[in-house]
Structure formats: C-alpha cells, structure tokens
C-alpha cells in the first residue's frame, strides 16, 4: 500500500520559517521525481518545487530564493524548507511521487500551512 505522509505544517508569522517533511513507503522512492504542491484559498493547486530521481530541482518563480526541497533516499523522505514565508503561502502543502511515463503518481493528504500575524 502507497503512503506519503506530511508533517510539519503548522502557524507561522511572516518571515518566518517552517520545514515540511513527507515520508512514503510503499513505494520505489529512490526512483521518484517527488514535489511538492499548494493549494491556497479558493485557487487551483499549483506547483511549488521539484527534485527528480537524479537531484534536478525545479521551483516556482514565486518562492525560488526563499524555499529549499531536498531529500533522503535512505530515510524515504522529502523535505521542503520555507523562508521567508508570507501570507500568500498559506496553502494546502501536498507531497508527490511520479514516475514519468508511466501512469503511477501518488499524492498525500495534505498538511495545512497559514502565515499569519
């Protein structure tokens, strides 16, 4: 069975930082292009970084500079560390496993992030 678990989210003040962390069995992790994805209020969901299965990171333009996804093959984990933070990042922080051309992609449940004074 297929879990990616999310922690780490939580209330933050603005320019503050917070560290998400997503840990996944089931699954060939190592072999994983993981991401991770928000989804704000009222907005789709969108990309927030990328690392493929050879270390090639990707970001949003709107939080290159301030957030940092990495990961730990032998702990089956991905991270993504925030700061800087700011309102507009509140969101619905979501971690992802795909294998490209294939048809697996798995995503998580989700944990809430809010920045807030």
């Known amino acids: 069975q297929v879990q990616l678990v999310e922690s780490g989210g939580g209330l933050v003040q603005p320019g503050g930082s917070l560290r998400l962390s997503c840990a996944a069995s089931?699954?060939?992790?190592?072999?994983?292009?993981m991401g991770w994805y928000r989804q704000g209020p009222g907005k789709q969901r969108e990309l927030v970084a990328t690392?493929?299965?050879?270390?090639?990171?990707n970001y949003a333009d709107s939080v290159k500079g301030r957030f940092t996804i990495s990961r730990d093959n032998a702990k089956n984990t991905v991270y993504l560390q925030m700061n800087a933070m700011k309102p507009e990042d509140t969101a619905v922080y979501y971690c992802?496993?795909?294998?490209?051309?294939?048809?697996?992609?798995?995503w998580g449940q989700g944990t809430q992030v809010t920045v807030s004074s």
């Open positions: 992802n496993a795909d294998y490209p051309l294939t048809r697996y992609n798995y």
């Open positions: 089931g699954i060939i992790f190592r072999a994983a292009h």
């Open positions: 690392e493929s299965n050879g270390g090639s990171t």
